[in-house]
């Protein structure tokens, strides 16, 4: 899996993520799932840069208050990696392309909009329905292999628990 810099409006977060959390987003089950989600979406998500951009100097403020983002301290033990805001999910998106921005916002709206299982069923038919349009558009294609990258990411496994996290 390839991993991006993070974009600077998105920096601070990694100052602020505990390192377990910081590994699983870089190099974890959640960086791969947005990896993959980014490059089945790559064609059809709008470019919003100004909106990322403001999503990400927001999202750093946020996770700078003390308040909402405690430092975890000796006190706090085997629990210190679990302590504060759990950025991962965001950090996992922005070390994996702008698209996985983009399905990142979707999947917080989704997930505010709808409980757990609600969300994630839509994430399921939201995959299988771009994975079938991907491969329906390959097949009506005058040159197929137009197609390539798209088909290898429809090929990708997301599986359910992967869409949850």
């Known amino acids: 899996m390839i991993k991006l810099d993070a974009p600077q409006e998105y920096s601070g977060l990694g100052s602020l993520i505990s390192q377990k959390r910081k590994t699983d ?19 059809v998500v709008p470019r919003a840069t100004a909106l990322f951009k403001a999503y990400g100097i927001r999202a750093t403020e946020i996770s700078s208050i003390p308040s ?3 430092k ?18 965001i950090w996992a998106a922005v070390t994996s392309g702008g698209t996985a921005i983009a399905v990142h916002l979707l999947a917080c709206m989704l997930a505010r909009i709808f409980s757990g299982p609600e969300a ?5 038919e939201l995959v299988l329905k771009r994975k079938a349009e991907i491969v329906e558009a390959s097949q009506d294609a005058m040159y197929p292999s137009d197609h390539h990258v798209e088909l290898l990411a429809a090929k990708q496994d997301i599986s359910r628990a992967d869409l949850a996290s």
């Open 120 to 124: 994630t069923s839509i994430w399921v």
């Open 25 to 43: 987003a870089e190099d974890g089950r959640l960086h791969q799932t947005a990896r993959k989600l980014g490059a089945l979406f790559d064609a």
């Open 68 to 70: 909402v983002n405690p």
């Open 72 to 89: 975890p301290s000796s006190r706090d033990g085997v629990f210190a990696n679990h302590i504060g805001a759990d950025v991962s999910s």
